[in-house]
């Protein structure tokens, strides 16, 4: 543990612009080290991210028509998670995350413990260019390994499939995950970090950024103020692009950015729905009723 004495000889000369993130990096690491510098903090923060953005949407799911300020920008306004259904995907999160993350993160302590905290907080440069280095890095290995098990079906069928069970996805799907996949995406989420010897603060900061993304692209709502409606020239898939991946599997790969999609021809665009059953299922019923 440091003592502030320790720390006041430790510190470089910076500019103050440099210096903004200091004070809360002071506070975490003199109020609650035990906690920040514990190997089980970004599993903590990891969950309890996923659980706390993805509850909103729950109740938003279960008021349905009652809400309609939110339910005008469901995608699949026909459909809608039952409570089980629910429950299903946030117990799965919860027993892989107990059975299988929780132990990794155990034996990896023993083998490799985590490099002491930092004395300095980054600069706002070193988080934004460290965290969107990172994302564009961890977009990258997913879209190749989503494209690769949607490609293989011995891949799919054991590892991948179980995200496809539901066809229109919901907040808490966001992890209905083998624990193959979850275990794949945690390695990159700890491996990218230390390949890029990025502050820790950065990363647990893209933690919570990238469980934020990843629940969006689950929630079915195609909201106005979501992140991919703010940024420019549709660089974020969102929502829409993953509900599409959902409704056509065979397109929208990548999890946060639309680059990769569109230089490999794996795009695939929102279909407006025209009616209350929308268009893609009616056609399906239509074809049904027809045979
Ligand atoms: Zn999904
Ligand atoms: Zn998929």
């Not at 949407?57 to 939110?70: Q, R, T």
């Not at 990794?104 to 907080?121: D, E, H, W």
Request: aromatic share 14%.
């Amino acid at each position: 543990m440091w003592n502030a004495s320790e720390l006041s000889l430790q510190l470089p000369t910076r500019r103050s612009s440099d210096l903004l993130l200091q004070p809360f990096w002071d506070y975490l690491v003199f109020q609650h080290y035990p906690l920040v510098s514990s190997p089980f903090f970004p599993v903590v923060l990891s969950f309890a991210s996923y659980f706390l953005f993805s509850l909103p949407f729950a109740v938003i799911d279960l008021l349905g028509e009652n809400l309609p300020a939110f339910h005008h920008y469901k995608i699949q306004g026909n459909r809608r998670p039952t409570v089980h259904m629910m429950m299903r995907s946030l117990g799965m999160a919860v027993y892989n995350h107990l059975v299988f993350v929780l132990p990794t993160v155990i034996i990896n302590n023993v083998f490799m413990p985590p490099a002491p905290l930092p004395p300095m907080a980054p600069t706002l440069w070193e988080l934004f260019s460290g965290g969107l280095g990172t994302l564009l890095i961890f977009d990258t290995q997913y879209f190749i390994w989503h494209m690769a098990h949607h490609k293989n079906p011995h891949l799919y069928k054991w590892v991948h499939a179980i995200h496809h069970e539901y066809y229109s996805p919901f907040s808490w799907s966001t992890q209905h995950l083998s624990a193959m996949e979850l275990m794949a995406v945690g390695f990159w989420s700890n491996l990218d970090p230390l390949m890029l010897t990025i502050h820790p603060l950065t990363t647990w900061v893209l933690i919570v950024f990238s469980i934020w993304l990843s629940v969006e692209d689950h929630i079915g709502y195609d909201l106005p103020f979501s992140l991919h409606h703010l940024v420019p020239f549709g660089l974020f898939g969102g929502a829409p692009a993953h509900d599409m991946h959902h409704q056509k599997p065979a397109t929208n790969f990548a999890p946060f950015f639309s680059h990769w999609d569109r230089l490999c021809g794996t795009e695939s665009h929102l279909e407006k729905k025209t009616d209350k059953l929308g268009e893609s299922e009616k056609n399906t019923k239509d074809k049904l009723h027809a045979m």
